[in-house]
C-alpha cells in the first residue's frame, strides 16, 4: 500500500506544466507569419499585396492554433478522469508535450512549404504522434485503475478511447491525401468535429437504449 501511494502523484504540477506549454505553443504559431520587408517607402498596395502573398501561411496558422486548442480540450478531459498521476502516465504525458512543441516548427514547414509532400507527411505525423500519445495516457489509465477517478470506471476511459481514434485515423488519411493533392491534404482536420459528434452520438445511444430497457 505504502509502495503504491509513493508511485503516485497529484495532478497540480502537471497541469501547470501542460497548460504552459500549449500557451506557449499556441503563441509561437505566431511567429510563422512573416512581416512585410518593405522599407520606408511603403504602400498601402505593397501590404494587401503582402498579405495576398501569406494567406496560405494565415490559414495553416488558423488550423493549427484550433488544432492545439483541440488538443488541449482533449488533455482537460483526460486529466477530468484522472484523481492522481503514475510515474508512466508522467512520462506518457511529456511525450505529449515533446510533439506538441514540434506544432509551431511544423506548422511554418506546411505553410512555406505546402506543395510539397515531405512538408504535410511532417506536418500529419506531427498530429499523429500527438493523438497517439493520448490514447497511450488513456491506456496507462486502464493498466493502473486506482489512478482513475472515483466517480468514473474503466468502460468511461474505454469510450474516451473509441472518441480518440477519429485524429490519428483522420492525420493517416491526410498522409494518403498528400500523396495525391499535397495542396489540400491538410483540409482533411475540418472533418474532425463532425466526425467526432457522430461518434459521440453512436456511443451515447445504446447507452441510452440499455438504461430504457433497464
Not at 92 to 101: F, I
Amino acid at each position: 500500500m505504502i509502495r503504491r501511494e509513493r508511485s503516485q502523484f497529484s495532478l497540480r504540477r502537471l497541469e501547470g506544466l501542460t497548460d504552459g506549454i500549449y500557451a506557449i505553443a499556441m503563441t509561437l504559431l505566431v511567429l510563422s507569419l512573416p512581416l512585410p520587408q518593405l522599407g520606408g517607402t511603403s504602400t498601402n498596395n505593397d501590404i494587401l499585396e503582402h498579405f495576398s502573398e501569406i494567406t496560405e501561411l494565415f490559414g495553416t496558422y488558423a488550423l493549427s492554433f484550433i488544432l492545439l486548442a483541440n488538443f488541449w480540450i482533449i488533455q482537460l478531459k483526460i486529466f477530468k478522469y484522472i484523481k492522481m498521476s503514475c510515474t508512466p502516465h508522467l512520462w506518457a504525458n511529456l511525450g505529449g508535450l515533446l510533439v506538441v512543441c514540434l506544432i509551431p516548427f511544423s506548422s511554418s514547414l506546411v505553410g512555406c512549404h505546402n506543395h510539397t509532400f515531405t512538408a504535410n507527411l511532417f506536418f500529419h505525423f506531427n498530429i499523429f504522434l500527438i493523438s497517439v500519445f493520448f490514447l497511450i495516457q488513456c491506456r496507462v489509465l486502464l493498466i493502473n485503475p486506482e489512478t482513475i477517478a472515483d466517480q468514473f470506471d474503466e468502460s468511461a476511459i474505454r469510450r474516451v478511447i473509441r472518441i480518440n481514434l477519429i485524429l490519428p485515423v483522420v492525420s493517416l488519411i491526410g498522409i494518403g491525401i498528400a500523396f495525391f493533392a499535397p495542396d489540400w491534404s491538410i483540409l482533411v482536420y475540418i472533418a474532425v468535429p463532425f466526425l467526432t459528434n457522430q461518434l459521440k452520438v453512436r456511443i451515447s445511444n445504446p447507452q441510452k437504449e440499455e438504461s430504457n430497457g433497464l
